[in-house]
């Protein structure tokens, strides 16, 4: 070989060399201008990653499905025009008339039936009025009578106490006194305090009456063997006044009552009875008989 195609051969290897430390150059500047890369996901994160990608899917298959307005109106459209709107809108309304009418129809019906029923309801309570009134009448009446019949047992009750009187204030010194016992202060007090002509045959019998109290004097009932002594000694009592002893009517329980009713009234000023009819003095001096039965400010008042 030629010294001249040596250094072909020198020169090419000299280009080769270089451009083959230039390559190298540009491969070492190339690695430096490369970034760092980053570390490989997880298994977890792909799978993550992957599953949230799927359902990114089904709901835009979702959002796909719905209907939006336009797409609404772009149907309904060619369905319905203005006729058949109108039309089908005058169906609705018969439809609605006719089922109000057949409504109020009902309605009327079952208000005639019962205004019907409410006529029959008066006249059932107009006829228990009448009878409820006449029932009421019946009531009074039989009320009336009982009150006219108990005035009457107590007229009658009255009258067989006639021959009776009460004393109270006798002393009572035991619980045991006999009936002789007791005629005995009877006829003692009749005639040693009122004077009378009486004895031990003229009182028919004599007893004390309520439970004997060491602390007071159970009244006694005496019944005299005739009227006439027992209006002697009411019209004696009089002489009594002033002592522990008191001489009264036997009066009947509603007698009684009436009695001490007509003694606490404001006007009267005093009251007693005769033949076991009670009497009032009111405070105008008017002396009036009191009866049962009858308001007592009319008959002061009267």
């Not at 169906?91 to 009418?101: D, F, G, P, W, Y």
């Not at 009592?237 to 002592?243: E, M, P, S, Y």
């Not at 105008?284 to 009858?294: C, D, F, Q, S």
Request: proline share 2%.
């Amino acid at each position: 070989m030629t010294d001249k195609y040596r250094t072909k051969r020198y020169l090419s290897s000299t280009s080769e060399s270089d451009q083959s430390s230039g390559d190298l150059g540009k491969t070492i500047r190339r690695e430096k201008k490369i970034p760092r890369s980053e570390p490989e996901k997880s298994t977890t994160d792909k799978l993550e990653q992957v599953s949230m990608e799927t359902e990114l899917r089904k709901i835009r298959q979702m959002l796909d499905k719905v209907i939006t307005v336009d797409k609404l109106d772009a149907k309904l459209k060619p369905l319905l025009t203005k006729d058949d709107l109108k039309d089908a809108l005058d169906v609705v309304k018969r439809e609605i008339l006719s089922e109000v009418n057949k409504t109020t129809e009902e309605l009327k019906a079952t208000v005639h039936t019962l205004a019907i029923e409410n006529d029959q309801l008066k006249k059932q309570v107009s006829e228990l009025s009448k009878h409820g009134q006449i029932q009421a009448d019946i009531v009074q009446g039989a009320n009336n009578a009982a009150r006219i019949n108990n005035f009457k047992v107590n007229d009658l009750e009255q009258w067989t106490r006639k021959s009776n009187i009460r004393i109270f204030g006798i002393p009572d010194s035991k619980p045991t006194e006999t009936v002789e016992e007791s005629i005995a202060k009877v006829t003692t007090v009749l005639k040693d305090k009122l004077e009378m002509d009486v004895t031990e045959k003229d009182i028919d019998i004599a007893h004390r009456l309520g439970r004997f109290s060491s602390d007071g004097n159970r009244p006694i009932i005496v019944k005299f063997m005739t009227r006439k002594h027992k209006i002697e000694a009411i019209q004696k009592r009089r002489v009594l006044k002033g002592t522990r002893i008191v001489i009264r009517e036997d009066l009947t329980t509603m007698n009684y009552k009436l009695l001490t009713s007509v003694k606490e009234h404001a006007s009267v000023e005093a009251v007693w009875s005769k033949d076991g009819l009670i009497f009032a003095k009111t405070d105008a001096g008017k002396i009036v008989r009191v009866e049962h039965g009858k308001p007592i400010d009319s008959l002061l008042n009267g």
